[in-house]
C-alpha cells in the first residue's frame, strides 16, 4: 500500500518541479526581453531602472514597475522615469501575459509597431505625453479585451483606423493632441461601454458621425480643435450619461441639440453656429459652463438662460446679438464670468447684474448700450474685470465703483460719460488698468489716483480735464503707459 502513495508523491513532486522550472524559465525569457529592450535606451543608465538586471529576478526581486501573477510578468508601469528610446524592440511576443501597460510621460520616439496586436490580454495601455509619430496601427483592433487606450500627445498621424471599432470592452479612449487626419469612423459608434471619448487637438475633418448617438454610457466627449464640419447631429441628444461636451474651434454649424439633461459643460465657441439660441437651452439645468461665443448666433438672448442657476461661466462673445440684456440673467446667482461683449446689443444694463455678487468677469464692451452706469453694480465685491467700453454708456460714474476692491481692470473708454472722474477710485489698491479716455470727463484729475500703487496703464487723454497733472501720479511707479492728452504717451 505504500509503494503506490510514493509513485503518487514523486508524481505531484515532478509536476511542482516541472511547473517551477516552466515559470522561471518564462520568466527569465521576459526578463532577458525587457533588458534587451532597455539596453536599447538612450539613457540605459536610468536610475529609476537600476533594479532591472541579469543578476536578479523580475518577479521576485521586485524590478522597478513590475508586478506578476503566478510567476508571469502581468503589469508594466514606467511612467515618468525619462526613458529616452522607441518601441522597435519591446517585447511583444515575450510578454504574453501582459494587463496593464503605462510607458506615459517619456520620451519615446519613432512609430508604433504592429506587433502591438500581440498583447491580446491588454487590458489597459497608456503611451499618453511621448514622441511617437507614425500612424496607429490596425493591429489595435486585435486587443479585444482592452478597456482603456491612451496615447494622446503625441505626433501620431494619418487616420484612425476603423479597427477600434472592435474593442467592444473600451470605456476610456483619448487620442488627442496628435495630428490625426480624416474623417471620424462610424465604427467607433460601435463601442457601447465607452464612457470617454477625446479625439480633439487634431486634425480631423468630415462630420461627426450620427452613429455617436449609440455611445449611451457616454460621459465625456471632447472633439474640439479639429476641422469638423457638418451640422451637430441630432443623435447626440440621445446621449442622456453626457456631462462634458467640447466641439468648440470647428466648422460646425446648424441648430445645437436638445436633450442633454445631465449636460455640466457645453463648449461650441469658435463654429459657424447660426440662428437664434435656442430656449430649449434653459432646460440644461445641470449647466455649469456655456460657452457660444465666436459664432453667427442672431437674435435676442433667450430670457430661460436665467433659469441655468447652477452657471458659473456664461460666454455669448462676438456673435450678432441684438435686442436687450435680459433682466432674468440676475437669477444665475452663481455666475463668475460674463461676457456679452461684441455684439448688438442696446438699451441699459439691467438692475439685476448687480445682484451676481460671484461675479469675477463682466465683460459688456462694443455693443450699443445706453444710459448710466447703476449704481448697484457697486455690490460686485468680487469683480475683477469690468470692461464696458465702445458703448454709448452716459452720465457720471457713481461713486460705488470705489467699492470694488478686487478690481484689476477698469474700462470705460469710448463711451459718453461726464462729470467729474470720483475721487474714490483712488480705493481700487489692486488696479493695474484704469482706461477712461474718449469720453467727456471734466475737472480735474483726482489726487487720489496716486495710491493706485500697482497702476500700470493710465488712460485719461480725449476728455475735458483741466487743472495740472497731479505730481502724486509720480508714486505710481509701476506705470507704463500714461496717456493723459491726445497723442500724447507719457512714460
Known sequence: MMIPRIIFLLQFSTLIYLFTVYCFSSTDEEATALLKWKATF????????????LSTDACRDDWYGIICINGRINRLNIANVGVTGTLYDFPFSSLRFLEYVDLSMNQL???????????????HLNLSNNQISGSIPPHTGSLTKLETLSIFHNHLNGSIPSELGNLENLTDLRLSYNQLSGS???????????????????????????????????TDLELSYNQLSGSIPITLGDLTEVKVMYLALNNIYGPIPSGLTKLKILYLYSNQLSGPIPSELGNLKNLTHLDLSANQLSGSIQITLGDLTELKILHLFSNQLSGHIPSELGNMKNLTDLDLSANHLSGSIPITLGGLTELKILSLYSNQLSDPILSELGNLKNLTNLSLSHNQLSGSIPITLGDLTQINRLSLQFNQFSGPTPSELGNLK????????????????????????????????????????????????????????????WR
Do not use: M
Open 42 to 53: 538612450h539613457n540605459e543608465n536610468n536610475s529609476l531602472l537600476a533594479s532591472w538586471t
Open 184 to 218: 471620424i469612423p462610424i465604427t467607433i459608434g460601435d463601442l457601447t461601454e465607452l464612457k470617454i471619448l477625446y479625439l480633439g487637438l487634431n486634425n480631423l475633418s468630415g462630420p461627426i458621425p450620427s452613429e455617436f448617438g449609440k455611445l449611451k454610457h457616454l
Open 109 to 123: 520616439f519613432g512609430p508604433i509597431p504592429p506587433e502591438l496586436g500581440k498583447l491580446t490580454n491588454l487590458v
Open 430 to 489: 489692486n488696479l493695474t488698468d484704469l482706461l477712461l479716455s474718449h469720453n467727456q470727463f471734466s475737472g480735474s484729475i483726482p489726487i487720489t489716483l496716486g495710491d493706485l500703487t500697482e497702476l500700470k496703464l493710465l488712460y485719461l487723454y480725449s476728455n475735458q480735464l483741466s487743472g495740472p497733472i497731479p505730481s502724486e501720479l509720480g508714486k505710481c511707479n509701476k506705470l507704463t503707459d500714461l496717456r493723459i492728452a491726445k497723442k500724447q504717451n
